[in-house]
């Protein structure tokens, strides 16, 4: 059936197709909407031509931060994402040969799997862990140990975007959130 996150099947479709694309999508996804950060690739694609990582690596820094500010940007800030989302292709490229999907399929178990994750830039532990749940949650990549590195995001529910799969999903992880910041603001 493919991913439905963003809200947009053509920017789905490139999700599905690339896992560069899904893994960038989840780096984008930081303050700022979930379905707009996983369009991001989308975006790179229809204006840059490709999603290859040795393509994103090579481009010249300043021609692509003005490729991804464009409206509507790739991101709330453009320009350092730029940046980090050709930083990312570069260590795609040189560590795993362009292929990011081998980050994960030659992982040796869970907690290998979830420091690869935490290595890459824009990744810390919380954002590897809902990474590492979606892999096992949409992709059914699920490593020895995968439930017990990714905590409560291994549950059932609508905690993160692993548990995203079609609108109302999204709803739901979005209520979900709301209702965590409410918590956390009521306890300060």
Do not use: C, N
């Amino acid at each position: 059936m493919g991913f439905q996150i963003t809200g947009d099947p053509a920017a789905d479709k490139v999700l599905d197709d690339s896992a560069f694309a899904l893994l960038a999508g989840m780096m984008l996804d930081q303050q700022y909407p979930m379905e707009h950060a996983f369009r991001g690739p989308a975006k790179v694609v229809d204006r840059f031509g490709t999603f290859a990582p040795d393509a994103i690596a090579a481009a010249d820094p300043d021609e692509f931060a003005a490729m991804a500010s464009t409206p509507p940007a790739i991101h709330r800030f453009p320009g350092s994402m730029a940046a980090r989302l050709q930083e990312l292709a570069r260590i795609v490229e040189d560590t795993y040969g362009g292929d990011a999907s081998r980050l994960w399929t030659e992982a040796a178990d869970g907690k290998d799997l979830l420091k690869r994750v935490m290595a890459l830039p824009g990744f810390g532990k919380q954002k590897a862990q809902i990474f590492v749940a979606l892999l096992a949650k949409q992709l059914d990549v699920r490593p020895a140990g995968w439930e017990a590195v990714v905590g409560d995001y291994a549950l059932e529910g609508h905690r993160s975007v692993a548990d995203v799969v079609d609108a109302e999903s999204l709803q739901k992880v979005r209520d979900f959130k709301k209702a965590k910041k409410a918590a956390a603001r009521a306890s300060e």
